[in-house]
């Protein structure tokens, strides 16, 4: 499912004293089957631009596409419920949202709410929660009993049980421990690679961002100001201070290291492995003279 | 949810917004009572526009006034049918299917309407023009006399200001859920009643589990700051009475004064 916005504006509490306009000019494309990593200040429009890809939220400006789907501005859209199937949304502290008495039911709520039989879904309970790393002893347990990290599992399960074409996670490995993000994050990379599936991610995290990303989006007061690979957004490491976002550790480490020897490294390093590799040749080409 | 605006405050510099909030409480209470002075044209004519002044002093925009009475108006309009149907009073103005409308019954309808309205109007501004903080350090400070007898006022305030300060944080928490929900396919605007009742539920249940960790989160933070009600509490905020509150307090005693001499 491709994802395409049209010069779309967000304005929350339109036409009164509140209005506050948290989108503008947004222009993007989503190929389907991509992974792309949105990125920027707190209050920048991460969120509602992410709410416009299920239409939760609909632009006050602008038309946003979604598959077959059309939203345009001013025109309210009834029948979203098929998007929605398609379009799974984790939102921030997706654990807010657990509600019933067993991990089971709550995994199976919206499978169900989707046309999904009973049976099916709990037949189905066990692979899902081996896909967020939970043990099978859980799915009796009330998800209040379960530490935080476990509960953000239940819920990114939860949205994973809807099957979506679209999985768009907002912020999802915030709070967690570095061991649970980077188990969290090689699942929703290989949700891309194995199911195709279209992957909209949130971070704060520069690193996740080089690591997993296609593309990358980078925010500014409500409006997309680059976008491109992370080779050609980390290449210009000036530019992402200058909006006062971080750069990835590698990429600093990268640049002390062309600066003090007056060298130039032919591509970014985004991720360990990168630096590594870089040092090795490096270092040849230091034995050889 | 965006429509309601009861309990809101809107930032500003008017001459409302600047009155001391022990006037605008004394305002309320003295227009609770001088409503009900007004039982004819002109009583009704004079409040309306004491009413208006007061919007216009506030700097409040009229249409989102307007806009935020929606919620309220079914219930206005309701209350004028039911006077217009079941008073029976003066001349029957005309008869349709059996039902007789009578000219007294569409002018009290009219005026309990207008005096409905206008109560709701006055009371929203207030809280439009007065942060919640001030609400309760005016409530406080005009309540406490009665400490005297023992009457937990500091605390009374302290409750009443923590329920008005979280107000618009359960109205957004019940949003953010309403949406998780959503996403997750539930439906809260249709559907048969099994099914809303389950999306009741789905909302409700994350609802309270917040609402009440925030409650033993903040007894927490309390308790570590080491308050302990109101003994030898000094104020940050100084409540100041200044001459334009004595003055407006006047203008209101005016008032309640023409409408007593003016009613029929
Ligand atoms: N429900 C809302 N009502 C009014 N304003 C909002 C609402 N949600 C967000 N905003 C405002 O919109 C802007 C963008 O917010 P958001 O999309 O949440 O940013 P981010 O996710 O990048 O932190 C912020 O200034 C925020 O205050
Ligand atoms: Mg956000």
């Known amino acids: 499912m491709d994802i395409v916005f049209r010069d779309v504006e967000h304005r929350y509490q339109i036409n009164t004293p509140f209005e506050k306009r948290a989108l503008y000019d947004i222009h993007v494309d989503i190929r389907s089957g991509s992974y792309v990593a949105v990125i920027g200040h707190t209050g920048s429009g991460k969120s509602t631009l992410l709410q416009h890809f299920n239409g939760l939220l609909q632009p006050t400006k602008g038309t946003v596409h979604l598959g077959d789907y059309t939203i345009v501005a001013g025109k309210k859209e009834k029948h979203l419920k098929p998007l929605r199937k398609k379009v799974g949304i984790v939102f921030q502290f997706p654990e807010h949202q657990l509600f019933e008495e067993t991990v089971e039911k709550d995994i199976c709520f919206g499978p169900m709410n989707f046309g999904m039989s009973e049976q099916e879904a709990k037949a189905r309970v066990g692979e899902w929660l081996a896909l967020v790393g939970l043990p099978e002893e859980v799915r009796h347990k009330s998800p209040f009993a379960l530490s935080g990290g476990q509960m953000r599992r239940v819920a990114i399960a939860g949205v994973l049980a809807m099957e979506p074409e679209v999985l768009v996670l907002d912020e999802p490995t915030a709070g967690l421990d570095p061991r649970g993000r980077k188990e969290m994050m090689d699942m929703f990379a290989n949700l891309q690679r194995q199911k195709k599936m279209t992957i909209v991610l949130v971070t704060h995290s520069m690193e996740e961002a080089a690591r997993y990303a296609d593309d990358i989006i980078i925010m500014h007061r409500g409006t997309i100001v680059r976008r491109g690979t992370p080779e050609q957004i980390f290449r210009n490491v000036d530019d992402l201070i200058h909006l006062g976002l971080d750069v990835p550790e590698t990429v600093l480490f990268q640049r002390a290291i062309e600066q003090k020897f007056g060298i130039q490294f032919p591509e970014p390093c985004l991720t360990i492995e990168d630096v590594e590799r870089s040092l090795q040749t490096l270092f040849t080409r230091v034995k050889r003279i | ?264």
């Open chain 2, 1 to 264: 949810m965006n429509g309601m605006i009861i309990g809101k405050y809107v930032p500003g510099d008017s001459f409302i917004h600047r009155l001391d909030p022990r006037t605008k409480l004394l305002l309320m209470f003295i227009y609770v009572f001088i409503v009900f002075l007004a039982n004819n044209g002109w009583t009704y004519g004079i409040l309306t526009l004491f009413t208006c002044l007061l919007l216009f002093l506030s700097r409040i925009p009229f249409s989102f006034m307007i806009r935020g009475l929606k919620p309220v108006l079914w219930v206005i309009v309701f209350t004028f049918f039911l006077h217009v149907l079941l008073t029976k009073e003066g001349h029957i103005v005309f008869q349709w299917l059996g039902i007789e409308v009578y000219d007294k019954a569409i002018q009290q309808g009219a005026f309990i309407s207008l005096r409905f309205l206008l109560l709701i109007v006055v009371t929203t501004l207030l809280t439009l023009t007065t942060t919640p903080i001030e609400v309760t350090d005016g409530m406080e400070s005009l309540l406490s006399p009665l400490k005297k007898w023992n009457v937990p006022v500091h605390e009374l305030a302290l409750m009443m200001s923590i329920s008005l300060r979280f107000i618009p944080t359960l109205m957004e928490e019940t949003e953010k859920i309403m949406k998780a929900q959503t996403a997750r396919g539930v439906d809260f605007s249709s559907g048969p009643l099994q099914e809303r009742m389950k999306a009741m539920t789905a909302l409700l249940v994350p609802l309270f589990i917040s609402a009440f960790k925030r409650a033993e989160e903040l007894a927490v933070a309390m308790e570590v700051r080491g308050y302990r009600g109101s003994q030898n509490r000094t104020k940050w905020r100084e409540l100041t009475w200044g001459r334009i509150d004595t003055a407006f307090m006047l203008f209101i005693g005016l008032l309640a004064i023409a409408l007593w001499l003016l009613r029929s």
